[in-house]
């Protein structure tokens, strides 16, 4: 079973920028794609962005296309969320998820495709 912990979260002003991370402990971290949700005071948690096990593949939700970006280093068994020209909507706690299925050839946005999660970090964005 993989353990996620996710780190960089923190304050920071519209139009800066933060890298999230997210651990990974076990050794089979490499065998899946990896998610990233986020979900904002009284709402419900959204799709961020996803990548595939091999990292070849992502995919973004429209809302953060061309300011955020996906990686993974399955060396360092850790997967990172690039996130620039931050808006004030941005404002989430962040969660990163692991895919239940590995090898799997496509990346999923559903959040019901994904167990295990981490515990989530706030990334608060001021005007």
């Known amino acids: 079973q993989v353990q996620l912990v996710e780190s960089g979260g923190g304050l920071v002003q519209a139009g800066g920028s933060l890298r999230l991370s997210c651990a990974a402990s076990g050794r089979t971290f490499s065998m899946y794609g990896m998610g990233w949700f986020r979900q904002a005071p009284g709402k419900e948690r959204e799709f961020v962005a996803a990548?595939?096990?091999?990292?070849?593949?992502?995919y973004y939700a429209d809302s953060v296309k061309g300011r955020f970006t996906i990686s993974r280093d399955n060396a360092k068994n850790t997967v990172y969320l690039q996130m620039n020209s931050l808006k004030p909507e941005d404002t989430a706690v962040y969660y990163c998820a692991a895919d239940r299925t590995y090898y799997r050839t496509r990346v999923v946005t559903g959040s019901y495709e994904y167990d295990p999660w981490g515990q989530g970090i706030q990334v608060t964005v001021s005007s």
């Open positions: 990548i595939s096990w091999r990292g070849d593949s992502s």
